[in-house]
């Protein structure tokens, strides 16, 4: 993973209890825990967890999940500890997960990463490109977005890029989001392989067919104004990156994770 200079949380080592589980997509589930030690996860959005355990011949390992957590400040910080996690045919987290019931415990340290919204930035846009699980981060900083809108007017272009809409993590929350707010927030999924029905709730103006690094040109990147997220494939992200780099932002107002799936 690859971060810019950021703000500090302290890391903590903590047992997570699971409170319930949905599917988001057919191989991509959405936990939600408590910190099972009576204490909060005071985390900054764009900061990840990692979650512990052995393979079956007992050697350690872990894994890393970016926290999709909505603060609700009127319950106090980290009442809910939410990642999402992908499904790998044959993988040990994936097993783990999965044989996870609702009462079940997995260990986790963290938060980890600045791959956050700097309280000193002063732009004039964000753009916000993601493939897959790599869109976690970006609902977590849902309230920040929103009070930047609300404060200084700052304006976000999300460019989500899924097969289809069986795969658009949280899509539904993010279309709410830009209904919300219509001229601050634009919401593009790019769908790869297969574009919604007509009468889709999906199917909206926004809505482009193929690849997000295809249409990054169609939103004129500007050096001046704007700071770019890349977040999930690392092939788009490298794309990206020297796309923008071709539009001339400087690499410090480019931030990066990549995600890379291991079993």
Do not use: W
């Not at 919300?180 to 574009?195: A, G, Q």
Request: with cysteine; aromatic share 12%; charged share 20%.
């Amino acid at each position: 993973m690859s971060f810019h200079t950021g703000p500090a949380v302290a890391i903590q080592h903590f047992p997570l209890k699971l409170v319930s589980r949905r599917m988001l997509a057919p191989s991509v589930g959405h936990y939600t825990f408590v910190r099972d030690d009576g204490q909060p996860l005071d985390f900054i959005p764009g900061q990840f967890i990692q979650v512990h355990f052995q393979y079956a011949d007992g050697t350690a390992t872990k894994r890393s999940y970016s926290l999709a957590t909505i603060h609700d400040h009127a319950l106090g910080p980290g009442e809910a500890v939410e990642i999402a996690v992908s499904y790998v045919p044959g993988g040990a987290a994936t097993a783990l997960f999965e044989g996870l019931e609702a009462g079940g415990h997995v260990d986790a340290s963290g938060p980890f990463g600045r791959f956050c919204l700097m309280p000193t930035d002063a732009n004039a846009r964000y753009l916000l490109i993601a493939t897959g699980t790599g869109v976690t981060p970006y609902r977590a900083m849902l309230p920040q977005l929103e009070a930047q809108i609300r404060e200084r007017g700052v304006r976000v272009v999300l460019l989500f890029g899924a097969r289809n809409t069986d795969e658009l993590l949280y899509g539904d929350e993010f279309r709410a989001f830009a209904g919300k707010y219509p001229d601050h927030f634009r919401f593009v999924p790019c769908f790869s392989r297969e574009l919604p029905a007509p009468d889709s709730p999906h199917a909206h103006a926004d809505v482009r067919h193929g690849y997000v690094q295809q249409f990054l040109d169609e939103f004129a990147p500007d050096a001046t104004g704007d700071i770019a997220y890349l977040c999930g494939n690392p092939n788009m992200v490298d794309a990206c990156f020297e796309a923008l780099k071709g539009h001339g932002l400087p690499v410090p107002q480019v931030r990066r994770e990549k995600y890379v799936s291991s079993k």
